[in-house]
């Protein structure tokens, strides 16, 4: 059997197990990458080269620098400039929403923008009378539009910025996708600003969450505690708990300014049906409730437990409470620094990304084991994983074949065809399996085929671009597309409606302006 052959019956198997979704996407990676080399496509040192290759590794760098900023209080910060700057009529609202996700998700990928601001975004849905439905599926779909706007904005870009070093066109610098992304994301807000009333439905989500701006001052006036009270700030928050039946607590004593039993916490007052109690000794009972005060580290840590039920979870009312928190001045430093990098191409975008990693942990702003646990590790074995697909269909001839067949169904039609049939095949793929592995199978095919017309692969690789960022039409597209599903009260039918008229214009934009912009 031909090794091209051989190729393709692996990369159909990866698209069959990807579609069926029964599989881990990060084990039908690796099984790619071990059937390569079973069957003698690849050496094992090709077939694991992905592993250790520099865009996985700048990938999950800047996992790690998103991480930063959202534990640090800065995306929570920019929330609440979204909340205070939002006004009341809709379309100024949702462009506003739109355009600040965008700009997010330019520096730290579409799912820790999205992830970010939903909450924001629901609250201010309360706030203007707007369904959570008729906003957030508009937040996740500027975010894949801000993806476009910087380098840091997508694994995707990554892939076809060193496809095009790769290739001898050189790689796209750290803010020319914004060439594209800035007329993309103009497009995409004013079509969800006209067309989003019409045809996203008026939903919300089974459970909403809670709007926090006046907690403070509901929990001084039920505990009685004085006006003057801080009761959040960078360093310190609180936490309402509630006494459980069987609670180990039962039973015990506690009064005002009593300090818990790890140290940590302080007790700043006792309340049984609805009344105040204290300031002297009250033996604890089933129902009572108890307001502490702590570090917001502290809080994270002893809460929740076994013996106490939360009202409201800690990280939860941070993010809408407390503005820029303890190391976000040392977050947006090194990110700053991470992107004059980028920019200036001083050094390579792994090494980059990998600095400003350590620099964070070194800095303490996140720790080793905070920064482990925030990489997306099924995104970065999913990328190792394909890399060597891509390596077999270019060894092989695979890619050359499908690029052969391409260029024979356009014809004569020349290169707009030829971009117009690949922006085609990324986007049905791109509903159906991740868009980075979808990048990953069609980038040597694209560049293939460039070869074949003999024209410019920047133009197309960047069509490509275009066309992955598309993943548009169903919930399972992108991450970023289900994280609005629950929350806006979405249907799986709900995302086409809004979807399909966003896809013409990213098809206008990857078939007419990108080589305007790169000229074949």
């Known amino acids: 059997m031909a090794e091209s052959t051989i190729t393709y019956l692996v990369l159909g198997a990866a698209v069959v197990l990807f579609m069926s979704n029964r599989v881990p996407v990060a084990l039908v990676a690796t099984g790619v990458s071990l059937s390569l080399w079973a069957t003698g496509i690849l050496d094992l040192d090709k077939a694991l080269a992905g592993f250790g290759d520099p865009t996985v590794l700048f990938i999950a760098a800047t996992f790690v620098v998103a991480e930063a900023l959202d534990v640090t209080g800065v995306t929570a910060w920019i929330g609440q400039l979204l909340l205070a700057r939002s006004g009341s009529g809709r379309p100024k609202v949702l462009a506003l929403i739109m ?68 290739a001898g066109v050189g790689a796209f610098g750290f803010f020319e996708f914004a060439l594209a992304g800035v007329p993309l994301l103009v497009g995409t807000i004013a079509i969800a600003v006209i067309l989003g009333p019409k045809v996203l439905p008026r939903r919300n989500a089974k459970v909403m969450p809670v709007d926090f701006s006046d907690l403070a001052t509901a929990l001084i006036r039920d505990y009685q505690l004085d006006d003057a009270t801080d009761l959040y700030d960078r360093e310190q928050g609180v936490a309402e708990l509630v006494i459980p039946p069987r609670s180990g607590l039962i039973g015990q004593a506690a009064f005002p300014g009593m300090v818990t039993e790890s140290g940590d916490l302080v007790v700043l007052g006792v309340q049984r049906d609805g009344d105040h109690l204290g300031p002297g000794q009250i033996v604890l009972a089933a129902g009572d409730a108890l307001l502490v005060r702590g570090t917001w580290q502290a809080l994270s840590v002893h809460l929740p437990d076994d013996d106490v039920l939360v009202v409201d979870e800690p990280g939860a009312v941070r993010r809408q409470v407390v503005a820029l928190g303890i190391g976000a001045k040392e977050a947006l430093a090194v990110l700053g620094a991470m992107v004059i ?5 001083a050094v390579p975008p792994a090494v980059a990304a990998l600095l400003a990693a350590g620099s964070l942990i070194l800095l303490r702003v ?22 060597p697909l891509s390596t077999a269909m270019q060894s092989t001839g695979a890619a050359r074949q499908l690029a052969d067949g391409l260029v024979k169904v356009v014809g004569d039609a020349g290169p707009y065809a030829l971009v117009a049939g690949l922006f085609l095949m990324v986007a ?26 003999g024209v410019s692969s920047r133009p197309v690789l960047m069509a490509v671009n275009v066309a992955a960022t598309a993943a548009l039409l169903t919930p399972v597209a992108t991450p970023a597309n289900l994280m609005v599903m629950e929350p806006g009260g979405y249907r799986f039918g709900d995302y086409w409606k809004l979807g399909l008229p966003l896809m013409a214009w990213y098809a206008v934009i990857a078939i007419a302006v990108v080589p305007l912009i790169w000229r074949f």
């Open 99 to 166: 355009l600040v996700c965008a700009l997010i998700t330019a520096l730290i990928t579409p799912n820790a923008s999205v992830a970010a601001l939903i909450p924001a975004v629901v609250i201010i849905g309360i706030r203007v009378r707007e369904p959570s439905s008729q906003l957030l599926m508009p937040l996740a779909f500027g975010a894949h539009a801000g993806a476009l706007l910087a380098l840091t904005g997508s694994p995707v870009n990554v892939l076809i910025a060193n496809a095009g070093a790769d």
């Open 341 to 345: 990098l980028l920019a200036t191409g």
């Open 366 to 387: 996140v720790s080793i084991d905070h920064a482990f646990r925030a990489i997306s590790w099924t995104t970065v074995v999913l990328v190792a994983g394909m890399i």
């Open 428 to 453: 049905v793929l791109g509903q159906l399996i991740s868009n980075t592995a979808t990048a990953l199978i069609v980038i040597p095919i694209a560049v293939s085929s460039a070869a074949e017309l």
